[in-house]
């Protein structure tokens, strides 16, 4: 029962964490597929990181600017949930991750997480939205 008990606060405590740094789970998974490709080309670690930097920068701007100059809703929610998948995935796997040796595997974890995951990828769209909504013009 300690150990149950253990493994939900850790959940919750997790999922406090993650709601804070969703926002950032597209931007590390582009910087880290351009860093990998870009080393394994054969540059060296100070070109596959400023090539690393140079993706993260436009991805965050393309989407930041499609929030925020466009007025089709549609087209704002395709671009918020360009940050909120890879952020319920990222969810999904940590809340997995912590509850896996606490819970038999079956049809109880893989809700636990995909609660977790969802509420991960919640907090992405909406700690996302207001920083998109304050562009200088629309």
Known sequence: MTLILLAISGTITL???AWHLAIYALPVMVGLTVFQGIHAASAGIVLAGLGAIAAVLLSVGFVMAVIGFSRNPWLRIAALSLFAVPAAIAGYALIH???????????G?????????????????TNLNPVGSAAPAR
Not at 99 to 107: M, S, V, Y
């Open 97 to 107: 991750g912590v509850t896996k040796n606490a819970l038999d595997p079956g049809l």
């Open 109 to 125: 974890l893989t809700l636990l997480s995909g609660v977790g995951g969802l509420v991960v990828g919640v907090a992405a769209m």
């Open 15 to 17: 999922c406090i964490i």
